[in-house]
T-cell receptor, first 115, second 111 residues
């Protein structure tokens, strides 16, 4: 069975541009969460989606948005890119609303560099 | 103060050594606890969940002390392949899937 997949693997953008990152969860998983990991830090929660609805939002500006599609795949959009948005963006999938016994499994990430 | 704090690294140990990682969390509403392993420039991978009674998986033992808000991970007979960053992770339960990560502790096992 395929794990969590993300595309693209690497991306270089310039300040002010917009970016869309994509994630496909493990087959049968209905929840997708997005995290940002800057170098030397642990991942930080951005969003969680379950059954196409937003179920959680971290402390990120409105430039960050996401959505989940009927097939449970998800997109993360970032507008007006800043240099500080350079990071590894991780998608995690879980069977249901994580917490409790629903463990999260991460994709390989998209490495975004903003110049 | 960060919500999840770990020992600063790196830890450099010889093969076969026993190494312990410590982690504290500040929010008493935390309900689920995990250790993740992250290799350089790769995604975090779930190593083990941590239960109040303590749990063991081969050479790895995890402990949780809710009263002290303290989590530990013990690795016995360390292997070269254990070299990675170990992330302590908590979930409050009332916030759905939001995992809160510590900054990670780097382990380097030398021959």
């Amino acid at each position: 069975d395929a794990g969590v997949t993300q595309s693209p693997t690497h991306l270089i953008k310039t300040r002010g541009q917009h970016v869309t990152l994509r994630c496909s969860p493990i087959s049968g998983h209905k929840s997708v969460s997005w995290y940002q990991q800057v170098l030397g830090q642990g991942p930080q929660f951005i969003f969680q989606y379950y059954e196409k609805e937003e179920r959680g939002r971290g402390n990120f500006p409105d430039r960050f948005s996401a959505r989940q599609f009927p097939n449970y795949s998800s997109e993360l959009n970032v507008n007006a890119l800043l240099l500080g948005d350079s990071a590894l963006y991780l998608c995690a999938s879980s069977l249901g609303l994580a917490g409790g016994t629903y463990e999260q499994y991460f994709g390989p990430g998209t490495r975004l560099t903003v110049t | 103060r960060k919500e999840v704090e770990q020992d600063p690294g790196p830890f450099n140990v010889p093969e076969g050594a026993t190494v312990a990682f410590n982690c504290t969390y500040s929010n008493s509403a935390s309900q689920s606890f995990f250790w993740y392993r992250q290799d350089c420039r790769k995604e975090p991978k779930l190593l083990m969940s941590v239960y109040s009674s303590g749990n063991e998986d081969g050479r790895f033992t995890a402990q949780l002390n809710r009263a002290s808000q303290y989590i530990s991970l013990l690795i016995r007979d360390s292997k070269l392949s254990d070299s990675a960053t170990y992330l302590c992770v908590v979930n409050r339960g009332n916030q759905g899937g939001k995992l809160i990560f510590g900054q990670g502790t780097e382990l380097s096992v030398k021959p």
